[in-house]
């Protein structure tokens, strides 16, 4: 989490991970680029790219190689 602003509570472990989050919270990213451009809340994320552009996403689980790699739900 390095660009990203007002991520509150949440871990990123790994190469990039969650480094454009924005206004997140409670999120878990573990892999390079897990939850990388996330804007949604409560979601984990393990694995290369999983739920790599979460755009507005809650409550979401996923694991694996760029699983739920665009999630957008509005």
Same mark, same amino acid.
Not at 13 to 20: K, L, S
Not at 29 to 34: D, E
Not at 60 to 66: D, E, L, Q, T, V
């Given at each position: 989490m *390095? *660009?990203?602003t007002y991520n509150y509570a949440s871990v990123a472990?790994?190469?990039?991970? /969650? *480094?454009?989050a924005n206004n997140t919270y409670y999120n878990v !990213?573990?892999? /390079? %680029? !897990?939850l990388r451009v996330s804007t949604g809340s409560y979601n984990m994320g393990i694995g290369y790219g !999983?739920? %790599?552009s979460n755009s507005s996403g809650y409550y979401?689980?996923? !694991?694996?190689? %760029?699983s739920m790699l665009y999630r957008d739900w509005e």
């Open positions: *390095t *660009t990203g472990i790994g190469n990039e991970a /969650m *480094t454009a !990213a573990v892999g /390079m %680029y !897990a !999983a739920l %790599y979401n689980s996923s !694991a694996g190689f %760029y």
